[in-house]
């Protein structure tokens, strides 16, 4: 088996500034995700790739840039932080290719802005 | 796009009750459909999916059945446990192969012992 790990677990910045949430995987996965947690509105996509270096957006991805340094890893930032950006981000990751391949979600980081 | 609606935002139950969430999707052709749970302080994980119209998924005691002419795959347990209280999530996957998924907005069950 394998195991996301998300750092920090939780994030707390101050409004205006630019902070980034970590995400490792070590399932070997080509496709990793960001996806943003809010109450009552469910998982929505902000950021995705497919390969080391590749990015694309998803539904909610103003105000956010991402990176894929490496397979295993994939980082976001929230490029100026905003009090209504509290939310928890969840990365997950999956194997690239036929559709409905499960993804496996790290336990999520919690984005506190004061 | 793609969406997923789930009608029940909260649901309180007893053990032993009857569980129905229901989840509506709208897509092109064949979208593979997920139900995701996620327990406190854990992230989401899969509990079943169904790739083709009529076929069940099911897992743990809950299943569902992907249903083509009325655009839905509602989520059922003849008997829910406290132990079952979590958020459950219902999901499609896009034709792209990059398995995104589109989530519904969640339904907290809640199952009193």
């Known amino acids: 088996g394998g195991i996301i790990t998300q750092t920090p677990k939780f994030l707390i910045g101050q409004e205006g500034q630019k902070l980034t949430l970590k995400c490792q995987q070590n399932?070997?996965?080509?496709?990793m995700y960001w996806y943003r947690q809010d109450s009552g509105k469910g998982l929505r996509l902000i950021y995705y790739?497919?390969?080391?270096?590749?990015?694309q957006k998803g539904d909610l991805s103003e105000g956010y840039d991402a990176s894929r340094e490496k397979k295993s890893s994939f980082s976001l930032t929230v490029t100026s932080a905003q009090k209504n950006e509290m939310a928890v981000f969840l990365c997950?990751?999956?194997?690239?290719?036929?559709?409905?391949?499960?993804?496996?979600f790290g336990e999520g980081s919690r984005l506190i802005v004061v | 796009g793609d969406s997923v609606t789930q009608t029940e935002g909260q649901v309180a139950l007893s053990e032993e009750d009857f569980l129905t969430i229901h989840c509506n999707y709208s897509?092109?052709?064949?979208?593979?459909l997920f139900w995701y749970v996620q327990y406190p302080g854990e992230g989401p994980q899969l509990l079943f999916r169904?790739?083709?119209?009529?076929e069940k998924g099911s897992s743990r005691g809950f299943e569902a059945t992907y249903d083509k002419g009325t655009t839905s795959f509602h989520l059922r347990k003849a008997s829910v446990q406290e132990s079952d209280s979590a958020v459950y999530y219902c999901?499609?996957?896009?034709?792209?192969?990059?398995?995104?998924?589109?989530f519904g907005q969640g339904t907290v069950l809640s199952v009193i012992p």
């Open positions: 997950a990751s999956s194997i690239q290719g036929a559709q409905g391949n499960t993804l496996y």
């Open positions: 399932f070997n996965h080509d496709t």
């Open positions: 790739s497919i390969t080391e270096n590749d990015l």
């Open positions: 897509a092109s052709g064949y979208p593979t």
């Open positions: 169904a790739s083709r119209d009529k």
């Open positions: 999901a499609l996957s896009d034709h792209g192969g990059n398995n995104k998924l589109t």
